[in-house]
């Protein structure tokens, strides 16, 4: 099979995780990498032995052997290499969320729909399939009427992380895109409260409550601060209820569990697990499908530009409910 050649921009620890994912894929070829952290590409192209490595990434745009990017910087440093890439007519993926402006958003929407190249957003929940199952089986639970979902990590993961991004948008935003694209419906309203405990940009903690067009209401809950010793990296769940039946997701404790000398953890066996040598799950398998896209000639339709720009939006709107003490509702002028 021709190997796609992709370029990863932005190897900061997500990055990283990209590049061990491409890697993983047999019809992948990691081709060059990115970033402007010297240091960091050194150590990172000896790593995976990619020669092409550049501190610029128009350079990298400019090498005509690069089939595809991953746009894997920071959420408010999205827009650039984005829009630099599909200008190039490069294959785009795009790490969530978007980007940290509705601004930036629709500039995004706009240049992937006309270009020509393949273009996604990694909303990995998609490719979880406890979630993607859901989504098979929401049919026969009836009309939706209440979400409540449950996504915390400890706050030795996120220390360096909140003078970054906050919890609302940072994880709030998978179990956004999961209600809207289980409905089918729009946020009108959203009402949200944090909790500032280290004195952030961001605060560790973000609760928000949405309410859809379709009348059902939404809950999530986000702590980024979950206390030393906690044995798993993610905590989360879902509970999806509707006039015929419920559905509900537990990825979290019984998932796997192991006990040595240092106490009770819980390794990821979802999202980007290292299985056989090899990164494995939801990581490696929706790159492996945007990457089957490209080959096939066919757009990506498990997700939509239009679709990862409306969960940053209700987001967007949480935090500014959250900063105001306001029910904020979204404007859906555009």
């Known amino acids: 099979m021709e190997k796609l050649k992709i370029g990863v921009i932005g190897l900061g620890w997500f990055g990283e995780k990209h590049c061990e994912a491409l890697s993983a894929i047999p019809h992948v070829e990691l081709y060059a990498l990115c970033t402007r952290t010297k240091s960091r590409l050194k150590k990172l192209g000896k790593k995976f032995g990619v020669q092409h490595t550049y501190t610029d990434y128009n350079e990298l745009l400019a090498n005509p052997d690069i089939d595809a990017v991953s746009v894997v910087t920071m959420w408010d440093q999205h827009a650039a290499p984005a829009l630099a890439s599909l200008k190039s007519g490069k294959h785009v993926f795009l790490e969530k969320p978007m980007a940290s402006t509705m601004k930036d958003c629709r500039a995004i929407v706009k240049a992937a729909n006309s270009a020509k190249g393949s273009f996604?957003?990694?909303?990995?929940?998609?490719?979880?399939?406890?979630?993607?199952?859901?989504?098979?089986?929401?049919?026969?639970?009836?009309?939706?009427?209440?979400?409540?979902?449950?996504?915390?990590?400890?706050?030795?993961?996120?220390?360096?992380?909140?003078?970054?991004?906050?919890?609302?948008?940072?994880?709030?935003?998978?179990?956004?895109?999961?209600?809207?694209w289980y409905?089918?419906?729009?946020?009108?309203?959203a009402y949200a409260q944090t909790v500032d405990i280290r004195g952030k940009k961001y605060p560790d903690i973000g609760w928000t409550m949405y309410r859809l067009d379709s009348g059902a209401t939404g809950v999530l809950e986000n702590v980024w601060a979950l206390p030393d010793g906690t044995p798993m990296q993610i905590d989360?769940?879902?509970?999806?209820?509707?006039?015929?039946?419920?559905?509900?997701?537990?990825?979290?404790?019984?998932?796997?569990?192991?006990?040595?000398?240092?106490?009770?953890?819980?390794?990821?066996?979802?999202?980007?697990?290292?299985?056989?040598?090899?990164?494995?799950?939801?990581?490696?398998?929706?790159?492996?499908?945007?990457?089957?896209?490209?080959?096939?000639?066919?757009?990506?339709?498990?997700?939509?530009?239009?679709?990862?720009?409306?969960?940053?939006?209700?987001?967007?709107?949480?935090?500014?409910?959250?900063?105001?003490?306001?029910?904020?509702?979204l404007n859906r002028s555009h």
């Open 120 to 180: 996604m957003v990694g909303h990995i929940c998609r490719f979880n399939p406890r979630y993607a199952k859901a989504k098979d089986e929401i049919a026969s639970i009836g009309k939706i009427v209440s979400f409540y979902a449950r996504r915390n990590i400890p706050a030795s993961v996120t220390t360096g992380i909140l003078d970054k991004i906050g919890p609302i948008i940072g994880d709030g935003v998978h179990d956004t895109d999961l209600m809207l």
């Open 183 to 189: 409905t089918g419906a729009k946020v009108t309203s």
């Open 236 to 329: 989360e769940r879902m509970e999806i209820i509707g006039t015929e039946g419920s559905i509900h997701i537990q990825e979290t404790h019984p998932n796997f569990s192991v006990s040595d000398k240092s106490g009770w953890r819980n390794p990821d066996t979802t999202y980007w697990p290292d299985l056989h040598g090899v990164c494995a799950g939801a990581l490696r398998d929706e790159l492996s499908y945007f990457t089957y896209c490209i080959l096939e000639g066919k757009k990506p339709a498990i997700i939509t530009a239009e679709e990862s720009m409306a969960a940053v939006e209700a987001c967007l709107a949480a935090e500014k409910s959250a900063a105001t003490g306001r029910v904020v509702t």
